[in-house]
């Protein structure tokens, strides 16, 4: 199995601009976790989905987040319109039930 | 915000020495796990210890948790130069992995 995939890992944007990052997550899992990490506010979660429903999205920070699953093998968080502030690194996770959870590489956003 | 909190942040060592870091969460749990994460990569599963379980061995990894003082520590022994990164606790208090909390990460650097 290739592991989480996303796509890109690397974005720079002007601030205002729409930014969609993407994700595949290993074959089987059902549940499906978007994070953002920086060094002031470290590793938050922001949505979780399983079986493709959104089950938790109090993490998202303003309505200028969105996220969806239109498929178990497919997923987007999108930032429109993007702001410096939201420069960070995106990670994608996923899991079975139970278990551990499996990070992509993430994707490494600046926003300027 | 971060249920788990590191200690210390940072820790500095030889190669061959151990090393300690411990964790400290505040709501009662089902598991609790450890992640690595090398620079500019994605988070990797290290080990998971449940609730009723007090001590877990994987290779050169000890972790023990006592759940009345709501605290973990993840021992490496023999350390190597490859063993550098940041290691962060993670809380689940479901069972299901469904909404990990993690902490704030401890940066460990080993030197040859």
């Known amino acids: 199995d290739a592991g989480v995939i996303q796509s890109p890992r690397h974005e720079v944007t002007e601030m205002g601009q729409e930014v969609t990052l993407r994700c595949k997550p290993i074959?089987?899992?059902?549940?499906l976790f978007w994070y953002r990490q920086t060094m002031m506010r470290g590793l938050e979660l922001l949505i979780y989905f399983n079986n493709n429903v959104p089950i938790d999205d109090s993490g998202m920070p303003e309505d200028r987040f969105s996220a969806k699953m239109p498929n178990a093998s497919f997923s987007t968080l999108k930032i429109q319109p993007s702001e410096p502030r939201d420069s960070a690194v995106y990670f994608c996770a996923s899991t079975t039930r139970g278990s551990e959870q499996f990070f992509g590489p993430g994707t490494r956003l600046t926003v300027l | 915000s971060q249920q788990g909190e590191e200690d210390p942040q940072a820790l500095s060592i030889q190669e061959g020495e151990n090393a300690t870091m411990n964790c400290s969460y505040k709501?009662?749990?089902?598991?609790l796990q450890w992640y690595r994460q090398n620079s500019g990569r994605g988070l990797v599963h290290l080990i998971l210890i449940r609730s009723n379980e007090r001590e877990k061995h994987s290779g050169r990894l000890r972790v023990t948790l006592d759940t009345s003082k709501k605290s973990s520590s993840l021992l490496i022994t023999a350390s190597r130069a490859a063993d550098t990164a940041s290691y962060f606790c993670a809380t689940d208090a479901s069972g299901t992995a469904s909404k990990l909390t993690f902490g704030t990460g401890t940066r460990l650097q080993v030197t040859l």
């Open positions: 074959s089987g899992h059902n549940s």
């Open positions: 709501t009662s749990i089902n598991n």
